[in-house]
């Protein structure tokens, strides 16, 4: 094509660029063939918004758990506790001052996506991982010391609007796996009989069970502990970040 036959014969557009050999702006015109023709754009038709792997399935206003919200709730400015041995213990400032375990179990956020699903109300998770300055904080027997809160093991939730269904949200937890669970027959510290399966131990708290500073609020709540988790009280202390 010659350069005659290229030359615009509409109106010549400007542009500023910069030279290459300083700073300085020329105007260049963008030359356009006089064979083009202007097409129509196509008309926008409205499209369903495609689905991500991360959404809570039927609920797309609710947002989905993540193992951040498993972080430990110690806060610094808790009043310290004088433990059994006559020394004064301060809580830990959880998320100002650590991360999270380095191997939060995976099946823990699935199940709590899970019951958002099924009930398509909020998961408040109310203890998720705890350091073990913060489980001594909330309590420091030889028992309590060997929570798997700290290797990231275990969580403690309610379902808002479900508050006085915490047994039905026990039943939609373990449909996730197709099975009915076990029931636990040795006593615990829960008057409720717990439930489990090869994968998780699931207790039930009632309303004037198990409070702590991670459970002050007033509704029952859940407690999930993932089975065949091993780790030793001076390990746990080497788990989180």
């Not at 047994?167 to 717990?194: M, Q, S």
Request: net charge negative; hydrophobic share 30%; aromatic share 10%.
């Amino acid at each position: 094509m010659s350069k005659k036959s290229i030359q615009c014969h509409f109106t010549i557009l400007a542009v500023a660029i910069s030279t290459l050999s300083g700073n300085e702006s020329e105007l260049v015109p963008i030359l356009r063939s006089s064979e083009e023709r202007a097409y129509p754009p196509p008309l926008l038709t409205e499209a369903e918004l495609p689905s991500y792997p991360w959404e809570i399935k039927g609920h797309p206003e609710l947002r989905p758990i993540q193992k951040e919200d498993l972080h430990c709730q110690g806060r610094r400015d808790h009043t310290p506790k004088i433990l059994s041995n006559g020394e004064s213990h301060q809580d830990c400032d959880g998320p100002l001052e650590h991360g999270l375990p380095v191997t939060v179990q995976p099946i823990l956020v699935t199940l709590l996506n899970w019951i958002q699903e099924k009930t398509g109300c909020e998961v408040v998770v109310t203890s998720g991982h705890r350091c073990p300055r913060h489980q001594t904080y909330l309590n420091a027997s030889s028992k309590a010391l060997s929570s798997k809160h700290q290797v990231g093991a275990e969580v403690n939730f309610y379902v808002k609007g479900w508050e006085d269904r915490a047994e039905e949200v026990i039943g939609l937890l373990f449909d996730y796996y197709n099975a009915d669970p076990k029931r636990w027959d040795r006593e615990t510290d829960v008057r409720t009989v717990p439930w489990y399966n090869d994968e998780v131990f699931v207790k039930l708290y009632q309303k004037d069970e198990g409070r702590d500073e991670d459970n002050s609020h007033g509704f029952a709540f859940i407690d999930i502990q993932v089975r065949g988790v091993q780790y030793t009280w001076k390990g746990s202390q080497e788990y989180y970040r």
